[in-house]
T-cell receptor
């Protein structure tokens, strides 16, 4: 079956750096997405990786290794507003998005 | 960026009644729209995939006669929860596929609709 794993919850300190990992096993691969979701709101797009390597976008970076079925989202200079759930999703061979359960990130002052 | 509008944001209804939720893509044509349900502290669960002009494809375990989906145009899809019961209370989210014209073919999400069935 298809499976995406990411930690359930992480805690970090304001101003620090945190890395959220995501491993996947899917039937085919057509890209990996990271979304941010604040409680009670719809997800918002953060990043997209389809080739191996690191994509940097401001304080957020996303890394992909297709051979390892692995990605991470790196958040730098953490702010209190970064407290949210971070969802990893993979497009499979049918172009369908398979969602991870999400990682709840708690930022402490 | 692309915008998807979902309405209503909140709805409270009595058990046994039906509720319709609309999802519109405002500045692009979405041949495919997705409907998700999310219970508290759980991940998004895909309910069905809706293609314009054809019948929706439902995920296993989702009752097609209870959750009616209509995708009549390239910019509008509706989800009707028929004979709603308290266990149907959830956060319903739609998304529209931006297709390959948008970077990464990302999904654009509506604001979500919180349904409470009394």
């Amino acid at each position: 079956g298809q499976n995406i794993d990411q930690p359930t919850e992480m805690t970090a300190t304001e101003g620090a750096i945190v890395q959220i990992n995501c491993t996947y096993q899917t039937s085919g691969f057509n890209g990996l997405f990271w979304y941010q979701q604040h409680a009670g709101e719809a997800p918002t797009f953060l990043s997209y990786n389809v080739l191996d390597g690191l994509e940097e976008k401001g304080r957020f970076s996303s890394f992909l290794s297709r051979s390892k079925g692995y990605s991470y989202l790196l958040l730098k200079e953490l702010q209190m507003k970064d407290s949210a759930s971070y969802l990893c999703a993979v497009r499979d061979s049918n172009y369908q998005l398979i969602w991870g359960a999400g990682t709840k990130l708690i930022i402490k002052p | 960026g692309a915008v998807v509008s979902q309405h209503p944001s909140w709805v409270i209804c009595k058990s046994g009644t039906s509720v319709k939720i609309e999802c519109r893509s405002l500045d692009f044509q979405a041949t495919t729209m997705f409907w998700y349900r999310q219970f508290p502290k759980q991940s998004l669960m895909l309910m069905a995939t809706s293609n314009e002009g054809s019948k929706a494809t439902y995920e296993q375990g989702v009752e097609k006669d209870k959750f009616l989906i209509n995708h009549a145009s390239l910019t509008l899809s509706t989800l009707t929860v028929t004979s709603a019961h308290p266990e149907d209370s959830s956060f319903y989210i739609c998304s529209a596929d931006g297709g390959r014209d948008h970077v990464g073919g990302e999904l654009f999400f509506g604001e979500g609709s919180r349904l409470t069935v009394l």
